[in-house]
């Protein structure tokens, strides 16, 4: 299993580009987020998708837009780059089960950065 | 909207101290879980704790959940170098929250030989 993957690993974007960061598990998870890391921030939840066709905002969700056609894939989508989207993007999945508390795999991470 | 607020932000150590890291909120979480991540790499998971005053080991680490399922503390007994890393909370609200995880603000922990 690779898990989840991300890509690309590093990205510069100019101000108003758009882009697509890729994310793809292999682990049939139901449930997958994305967040962006910034320093003395930890960990906030831009969006997140509870199966194929369904998706919900998290608590960052401007700028940016999400689809889940399949279970495996769930790209983010910057619609025009803005140096506030500087940051460290994180992909994860997750299952439900009676035992699971809906625990995290991330993936690597992108570092994206908008000049 | 729930918060976690984790604390202290940077901890810098000699090896072999011990340490605590706590993780507070004024909400009630279904479980709570931490992270630990190394520099140019994702979250990784350590431990889950579910019921009130839980308390689990996992090798030098110890993590408690507190009885009113608000707040954990992660202890680190005699610290190595290969602790160093950025350690993270995150709460689980339970119901409808259909696993949107609350994230602590993380504490970087560096631990000097």
């Known amino acids: 299993n690779a898990g989840v993957t991300q890509t690309p690993k590093f990205q510069v974007l100019k101000t108003g580009q758009s882009m697509t960061l890729q994310c793809a598990q292999d682990?049939?998870?139901?449930?997958m987020s994305w967040y962006r890391q910034d320093p003395g921030m930890g960990l906030r939840l831009i969006h997140y998708s509870v199966g194929a066709g369904i998706t919900d905002q998290g608590e960052v969700p401007n700028g940016y837009n999400v689809s889940r056609s399949t279970t495996e894939d769930f790209p983010l989508r910057l619609l025009s780059a803005a140096p506030s989207q500087t940051s460290v993007y994180f992909c994860?999945?997750?299952?439900?089960?009676?035992?699971?508390?809906?625990?995290?795999?991330f993936g690597p991470g992108t570092r994206l950065t908008v000049t | 909207t729930q918060l976690l607020e984790q604390s202290p932000q940077f901890l810098s150590i000699q090896e072999g101290e011990n340490l605590t890291v706590y993780c507070n909120s004024s909400s009630v979480f279904s479980s709570l879980q931490w992270y630990r991540q190394e520099p140019g790499e994702g979250p990784v998971l350590l431990v889950t704790v579910v019921t009130g005053g839980e308390v689990k080991k996992l090798k030098r680490l110890t993590f408690q959940f507190g009885d009113a399922r608000k707040d954990s503390s992660l202890h680190i007994t005699a610290a190595q170098p290969g602790d160093t890393g950025l350690y993270l909370c995150a709460g689980d609200g339970g119901g409808t929250s259909y696993g949107k995880l609350t994230f602590g603000q993380g504490t970087i922990l560096t631990v000097h030989p």
């Open positions: 682990m049939n998870h139901e449930y």
């Open positions: 994860a999945s997750s299952y439900s089960s009676v035992t699971s508390s809906y625990e995290q795999y």
